[in-house]
Structure formats: structure tokens, C-alpha cells
């Protein structure tokens, strides 16, 4: 019996629409195979081998993304050694991150060519598969599941969506109980699944701080990938799962082949690989330090000494401090001739008598 048209949406021709149609076409051949050497579940194997050979094919790729995004998580706590000691200096810590994984020989973007690479093979493997199922070629069974077309058969004939799932008639999903729970096992396995690969590949590597957000999100991806796997066929999620199995195991061996980069001799054990800063210079003359006072006499003080041991006095008596303040004497001198300008007249006053009195007053005066 024909499936029913459109079990997945598609938008039509796209420039991954060679690579979906060649895909599909090897998913024919591998089922063609299978089919004519008995093999049960054809298509449910098809879909595993065709995953294996794509993942077979792009190993090149994928080793060289995985050594490189590998060396680079090696790198990470030289890097945090960076980012501490030039927390202050962006360029500088830019410069020193460059010389680091120059040194090591590790280009961080040289992961990004092949993961890219990857990205329209994968795309193109699963407009194959949403092909096929719209073909109605997905129609066998699996193991215990009833149809590698459902549940999104039943659902396209009943709405779309989650319509094979709720809302329950009798108690029960419309599907049945037994052909929902055959069908909810798959996306479950999924998801668990995906939880595991990611502790797996991320170990017990120690997160960067401020992406806790980008950690919240690759927390809730595989809750994300559940609920898409309810929503299309279950040969897709068989691709899934596969797809995820193989990446983990692809992962982890490779990684167990990657040694830690190897650094010169310059970068030192004790500074934790990180180049020594270099020597800043002020633009701003310091000013000099004041001069120490010397310890021993000052000067002229040992000369002094040598002349009263000379002069047998024992010590050269001070020069004797002016007595009064300065100016005094120009004081007394003044006053003096003051004295002198006044007695002129008097004894000019006092006739012949007093004329040997005044002159030796002049005289007492002048030899003051």
C-alpha cells in the first residue's frame, strides 16, 4: 500500500537536493542488496549501513576537526594563565594567546573547514531519508517497531503533529497503547543517548567562565532532538541514533591517539608556558630621590679641629655673635653726631668763658 504523501515537509528543490537524490539513490542499491540476501529488516539496515559509509567517508574531515578542536582544549588553561597575568592589557594578551598557539602549532579555526564540510553531506543523507519515507519506501518494519514510516503516517492522516499521541480516546493514545509505547522506546533511547555522548566527550574538562548560557543550551539539545523525533518518521531517528553512536565512538578513539602540543624550553614549567612580559618604560620623568645626609662631619668642621689643635686651645672658639640686633652700631653712630650738631650751638651761646668748657666737651665727644 502507497504511504502517505508528504510524512515529512519539505520545501522543495535546494542546493542539497543532488547530494539527497545520489544518497537515496545508494539507500536503494543497499536495500536491493539486503533484500536479495534475505536479510530481515532490510531497510532498517540500509539506513545503518548507509550512515556507517557516509561516516566512513568523511573520516578525513572529521579526524582533522577532532585533532584540532582537541589540541586547542589542551591549550585552555595556558590560555587562563594568559588571561590572568594580561587581565589588564587586551593587546597584550592578545599577542601572548598568538604566540602560544604558534608555538604549540595549533590553528583554534582549523577545526571549522572540515565540520562545515561535513555539513551538506549530512543534510543531504537527511532530505534522502525524508525522500524515501515520502516514497512510501520506509513501510517495513524494525525490530519492534511497526513501521519505520510511523508515527508520522498515522499522524498526517489525523492532523499532523503529536496527533497519534493525544489527545487519548478511551484512556488510550489513538495509536494504541502497544504501538505508542514501540514507538515513544526509540526517541527515549535517543535522548539518553545524547546525555551520555555529551559527558562523555566532555570528560572532565573545566568549562570557560561567562558561557553559561551556550552550556544551558547544549543541556537542553538532546530534549530538543527528542521532541523532533516524535514528529517524524522513526527511520529518521534511526538515523540519529546511529549517526550519534558513531560520532561518540569516532571521538573518543581519536582522542586517545592526540598527544599535549609540545612548547620550546622559553615558555618555563614554573610560568605555566606563559612569555615573560615585557619591560615598560614611563613616559613620565621620575623625579630624583632626595640626597642621604653623610654620616660623618660636615665640612670645615675637620678643618676647624686641625687649626684649635694647632693653636693648642683644644677648640677654635666661635666667632662672637653681634650683640644687639643688626644695624645698631649705624644706630649709635647716628645718634652721636645728632649729640654733636646740637652741642655746636650752645657752645657758641656761651662766650669766652665757656669757650674751654665747650671745647672740651667737643673733645670728650669726638673721642667717644
Known amino acids: 500500500a502507497a504511504a502517505p504523501a508528504q510524512l515529512v515537509p519539505t520545501s522543495g528543490p535546494g542546493p542539497f537536493t543532488p547530494i539527497a537524490n545520489l544518497l537515496e539513490t545508494f539507500l536503494k542499491l543497499i536495500d536491493s542488496g539486503l533484500e536479495a540476501a534475505h536479510v ?19 573520516f578525513p574531515l572529521s579526524k582533522a576537526s577532532i585533532e584540532s578542536s582537541t ?28 604566540r602560544l598557539y604558534k608555538e604549540a602549532q595549533v590553528n583554534p579555526l582549523a577545526g571549522c573547514l572540515p565540520t562545515f564540510a561535513t555539513i551538506p553531506v549530512f543534510i543531504g543523507l537527511y532530505r534522502a531519508l525524508t525522500n524515501a519515507a515520502n516514497e512510501g519506501l520506509l513501510t517495513d518494519g524494525f525490530f519492534w517497531l511497526p513501521s519505520l514510516s510511523g508515527p508520522t503516517s498515522f499522524a498526517v492522516k489525523s492532523g499532523g503533529g503529536l496527533s497519534w499521541l493525544f489527545p487519548f480516546q478511551d484512556g488510550a493514545p489513538p495509536i494504541g497503547w502497544h504501538d505508542a509505547s514501540c514507538y515513544l522506546a526509540l526517541p527515549v533511547v535517543l535522548v539518553l543517548s545524547q546525555f551520555a555522548s555529551q559527558k562523555i566527550l566532555q570528560g572532565d574538562t573545566p568549562q570557560p567562565e561567562g558561557q553559561e548560557s551556550t552550556q544551558a543550551i547544549l543541556k537542553l539539545l538532546p530534549l530538543m532532538i527528542g521532541w523532533f523525533s516524535l514528529n517524524v518518521p522513526s527511520g529518521l531517528t534511526l538515523y540519529w541514533f546511529t549517526n550519534n553512536i558513531l560520532t561518540v565512538s569516532q571521538t573518543v578513539l581519536l582522542k586517545r591517539g592526540i598527544k599535549a602540543p609540545e612548547l620550546s624550553s622559553d ?20 623625579r630624583p630621590a632626595p640626597r642621604a645626609e653623610p654620616s660623618g662631619p660636615r665640612p670645615g668642621e675637620r678643618f676647624r679641629a686641625l687649626k684649635a689643635k694647632e693653636l693648642g686651645t683644644g677648640a677654635m672658639e666661635a666667632p662672637a655673635a653681634p650683640a644687639g640686633p643688626r644695624g645698631g652700631k649705624f644706630q649709635q653712630l647716628k645718634t652721636e653726631e645728632t649729640a654733636r650738631a646740637e652741642a655746636q650751638p650752645e657752645a657758641a651761646a656761651g662766650g669766652p668763658e665757656g669757650g674751654g668748657e665747650g671745647s672740651a666737651a667737643a673733645a670728650a665727644a669726638a673721642a667717644a
Open 40 to 58: 530481515p529488516y532490510s531497510y532498517g539496515f540500509a539506513i545503518i549501513l548507509l550512515t556507517i559509509i557516509v561516516k566512513g567517508v568523511t
Open 71 to 98: 589540541k586547542t582544549q589542551m591549550l585552555q588553561p595556558r590560555v587562563r594563565e594568559l588571561q590572568e597575568q594580561f587581565k589588564n592589557d587586551p593587546e597584550q594578551l592578545q599577542l601572548a594567546t598568538a
Open 267 to 286: 615558555w618555563g614549567a614554573a610560568a605555566g608556558g606563559a612569555p615573560a612580559a615585557p619591560k615598560r618604560v614611563s613616559a613620565v620623568k621620575e
